[in-house]
């Protein structure tokens, strides 16, 4: 049953802090194709990198898909305090997943698994390895 419903409720992207913004931007953009499609000033100083699929931002597809935060000061959390500690890539088949696994295999990053979701395919990324 669904408590609450509404057209004007979303779920924005998650936010990453990150220490080396350049080498985040880069990574996203090497590896997922993901571009900054939006920047702006945090109150808190710094600035929020909103990103997307370029060619799909002017539409309601072009939402973000992920945003990062520099954050020179932050720290690795330790594993039992709460937050987001990895993400999945859908994919449609086994063919993208392996193709996918293998071009990140080179990247440094530490995979937390891999699920088969009947009608998609997923990898699950540990991004505390992306951050640190």
Known sequence: ??????????????????????????FYGEYFNLQPI????????????????????DSSEGLPLISLQHSPDSKIPSS?????????????????????????KGSGIRFDGFADHLVTESLYLRILKIMA
């Not at 109150?43 to 370029?54: E, M, N, S, T």
């Not at 039992?80 to 993400?87: K, P």
């Open 80 to 104: 039992r305090s709460a937050g987001l500690y990895h993400f999945a890539i859908l994919v449609p088949d086994r063919t993208d997943l392996a193709a996918t696994y293998l071009a990140l």
């Open 1 to 26: 049953m669904n408590v609450y419903s509404s057209s004007r409720i979303r779920i924005g992207p998650p936010l990453l802090f990150v220490k080396d913004i350049d080498r985040e931007l880069r």
């Open 38 to 57: 939006r920047k702006y000033h945090h109150v808190g100083g710094g600035f929020i990198y909103d990103l997307g699929f370029r060619h799909l931002s």
